[in-house]
């Protein structure tokens, strides 16, 4: 009896733990398209003459509503209305972290190279590499707060906000 106790407990932890990464992966997906999006959106107002802080405050709002979306449905399943206090409220607290901080180094990179004269090529590219490196120092604490406490396994959840898996 021992036996078979045993090893159905490996094949449950294995089988959560793919799911882990299968998660993971779809997170990632779904932040490289939301990513796209913002940088196609920073691009064009940094190459318009727009300031740092006004591009990345676009850019990041343009990604955080395409992320919701796809996000809350692919990766954690969850379909139905989203619940406000539950959903909605959280992730955007999550997110607004995320955003202000990607938001702050955009804007402070702006600023250190605004005095350096350098061609405005040059320093949207800077910029936009400070933009992209923030989002990736970000998407680790992202997804892990997003599966604690918001769409994953310690988020509440309620039979009209989640799809049987």
């Known amino acids: 009896m021992t036996t078979v106790t045993n090893s159905v407990r490996p094949r449950t932890a294995e089988k959560t ?3 882990g990464w299968a998660r993971l992966a779809r997170a990632a997906t779904t932040s490289v398209a939301a990513t796209v999006l913002s940088q196609v959106v920073l691009l064009a107002v940094l190459a318009t003459g727009g300031a740092a802080a006004l591009a990345s405050t676009l850019a990041w709002a343009a ?3 395409l992320n919701f979306l796809v996000t809350r449905r692919w990766v954690w399943g969850r379909t139905g209305r989203p619940r406000v206090r539950r959903e909605l ?3 955007l607290a ?3 972290l995320g ?3 990607s938001i702050g180094l955009t804007t402070l990179a702006g600023s250190l ?3 350096l004269g ?3 090529f040059w320093w949207v590219v800077l910029v936009d590499g400070a933009y992209v490196g923030s989002y990736a120092l970000m998407f680790v604490v992202k997804f892990t707060l997003l599966d604690r406490f918001v769409f994953g396994r310690g ?3 309620t039979p009209a906000t989640t799809s049987r898996s």
Do not use: N, S
């Open 94 to 96: 999550v997110i607004g």
């Open 99 to 101: 955003g202000l901080a």
């Open 113 to 115: 190279l605004t005095p």
């Open 155 to 157: 988020a509440a959840r």
């Open 89 to 91: 409220l959280p992730y």
């Open 17 to 19: 733990r793919r799911r």
């Open 63 to 65: 990604g955080a509503v």
């Open 118 to 120: 350098l061609p405005h």
